[in-house]
């Protein structure tokens, strides 16, 4: 796991939005230690809630008044999936995100923690909570990118198609950056 740390900024950046309206977020990417090398936390959102229901995501969420990107990341992981921040240690960011759908700019954190630990859904937003080996997004047959959108709104949108989950959009675009850094291209 060190080769994707060593790849991982350790300095915080700004939150800058791109757009006035948009609302401050953070996600915690949480690597673990497993049986086929470094693998990321991901859960799915609930098919009962309003937006991006039944996404795969990284824990997350708003932040809220005077709250730093790593404390909405280590709060939200710990409400939706039970992870005790006292077993996280946070290592830095990935590019900001700003999302056009939900109008969101978001922080990515990533973190270890010291082993797979066995984590569960804990509120109504998540149906299901995933340790998900990084060597899955790099199988040849795994990834697609397609372009949406038309003249100034063109952005290309990733995807992973696993076994049994398909990954998309801004936890997708996260994934890209991680795997980028992570990976060198030679």
Request: glycine residues 6%.
């Amino acid at each position: 796991m060190g080769d994707v740390l060593a790849a991982v900024p350790e300095h915080d950046r700004p939150v800058l939005p791109a757009f006035p309206e948009a609302r401050a977020s953070a996600v915690l990417i949480a690597l673990a230690d497993g049986p086929r090398g470094p693998e990321v936390l991901l859960t799915r959102r609930s098919w009962e809630l309003r937006h991006h229901r039944g996404e795969v995501s990284f824990p997350g969420g708003r932040l809220d008044p005077g709250e730093t990107p790593v404390d909405a990341a280590l709060r939200e992981a710990h409400e939706e999936v039970g992870l005790d921040p006292a077993h996280v240690s946070v290592h830095g960011e990935l590019e900001h995100l700003n999302t056009v759908v939900s109008r969101s700019y978001i922080v990515p954190k990533v973190a270890t923690v010291p082993e797979r630990l066995p984590l569960r859904a804990e509120t109504m937003e998540v149906d299901r909570v995933m340790w998900v080996p990084l060597s899955e997004f790099t199988r040849a047959d795994t990834y697609r990118s397609e372009v949406w959108g038309f003249g100034a709104t063109d952005r290309v949108l990733h995807f992973f198609e696993l076994d049994d989950e398909t990954v998309w959009g801004a936890t997708a675009h996260m994934l890209v950056d991680l795997l980028r850094r992570a990976i060198p291209v030679s």
